[in-house]
């Protein structure tokens, strides 16, 4: 089980942000930006592309959370990011959306 199963699973202590019975969203460990959230399904998918071929429904519904999540942090601003395979940064294979604020972002990104 990879480890964003097991955070999904409730088998690594967390704390979810926001939950519900396809999506879960937590604290990112390794914070970019002041406020850096991930929200993922709860299901297995290797990436956001897999998720969206697969169950658009529940790739909408990580936008959805993005949005309440943002609303809850007070966010006036942020960044929204799936980074999809290797050679774009992705180092956890378990689709999951980047959630960033509380600060100001330089485009394009690195
Ligand atoms: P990516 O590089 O897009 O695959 O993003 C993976 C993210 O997962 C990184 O920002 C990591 O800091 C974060 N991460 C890895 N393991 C954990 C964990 N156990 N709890 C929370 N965030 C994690």
């Not at 199963?5 to 926001?18: D, M, N, R, S, V």
């Not at 406020?35 to 071929?53: C, D, K, M, Q, Y």
Request: some cysteine; charged content about 15%; aromatic content about 10%.
């Amino acid at each position: 089980m990879c480890i964003f199963c097991k955070i999904a699973a409730g088998e690594i202590p967390t704390h979810f942000l926001y939950e519900s019975e396809k999506v879960v969203a937590f604290k990112d460990l390794n914070p970019e930006a002041p406020s850096h959230v991930l929200v993922i399904p709860r299901e297995h998918f290797e990436n956001a592309a897999e998720l969206a071929a697969v169950d658009s429904a529940t790739l909408s519904e990580l936008f959805g959370a993005a949005r309440t999540i943002a609303t809850f942090l007070g966010l006036d601003g942020y960044r929204i990011v799936f980074n999809t395979g290797a050679s774009a940064g992705q180092s956890v294979f378990h689709a999951h959306l980047h959630l960033l604020g509380g600060r100001a972002f330089a485009w394009p990104p690195g």
